[in-house]
């Protein structure tokens, strides 16, 4: 499970919140006080912590493209690349 832990005054953290939000996958948001993390945001994804706005945007990328990639072989259809070699 994907759990975003985020100050509650982050408009940062709004936009990463937002970003999991649109991806439609489980996760849970949990909100922290000010003091109790060092930085504005973290992202817990199955027991790895990602710290850090940057870092967690580039997650959520990662994130989208293996959604693409899982959702794209979810069919029995065949898939050429862009030269028409089967994938």
Do not use: P
Request: aromatic residues 6%; negative net charge.
């Amino acid at each position: 499970m994907i759990t975003l832990y985020r100050h509650r005054r982050c408009g940062k953290c709004d936009l990463l919140q937002e970003g999991l939000e649109k991806l439609v996958l489980a996760h849970r948001i949990g909100y922290v006080d000010e003091d109790g993390m060092n930085s504005a945001a973290v992202l817990e994804d199955e027991g790895d912590l990602v710290e850090g706005e940057s870092a967690i945007e580039a997650h959520i990328e990662c994130l989208k493209a293996f959604r693409a990639q899982w959702q794209k072989y979810q069919t029995d259809a065949c898939y050429c690349d862009d030269d028409g070699n089967v994938e």
